[in-house]
Every structure is written in structure tokens, then in C-alpha cells.
């Protein structure tokens, strides 16, 4: 099982650190904008292993993220449309 946890950014999206739920600590990698891709992916650290249940968990996270995103930018889009 693991962590996602809202990593404080500048940035335009957010970013994400993922870590095990056994060890908050221990950043086993990043989920954040990639441009290239035009969406979230994921970064993970250098030595880092992954199973299949944490790729599973991290698509899962990656797909509610991506769907957060485009619901904010219908909402944006939307009000911008009332407004005119």
C-alpha cells in the first residue's frame, strides 16, 4: 500500500511524493506534470522496485489526477463562457 502525499510546488499542477504506507519517510518516488506526455507521470527514485500492485495503485492515482484536472478545466471553460 502506499502514499500519496501533495508535495509543496510553485508549480502550475501539483505534485505528488509516493512513499510506502509502512514508511512515510522513505520517497520512493514522484508523481507530476510531464509536458511531454501532456499529463501526470511518474518519476520514481533511483533503486527504488516496483510490483505489480504499486504500478497498479500508481496508474489508479495517475487516472484520478488526470480526471481532477479536466473536471477543472470544463469548470474554468464553463464559467468563462457565463461570463461573456
Not at 16 to 36: H, K, L, R, T, Y
Not at 43 to 49: L, M, N, V
Amino acid at each position: 500500500m502506499l502514499i500519496f502525499a501533495d508535495y509543496p510546488s510553485q508549480e502550475k499542477t501539483a505534485i505528488f511524493s509516493v512513499a510506502p504506507a509502512s514508511d512515510a519517510e522513505n520517497i520512493m518516488g514522484w508523481i507530476q506534470w510531464c509536458g511531454a506526455y501532456r499529463s501526470y507521470a511518474f518519476f520514481p527514485s533511483e533503486g527504488t522496485a516496483w510490483n505489480e500492485e504499486c504500478i497498479k495503485e500508481i496508474y489508479g492515482f495517475i487516472g484520478k489526477q488526470m480526471h481532477k484536472l479536466k473536471a477543472h478545466k470544463q469548470e474554468k471553460t464553463q464559467a468563462k463562457n457565463i461570463r461573456k
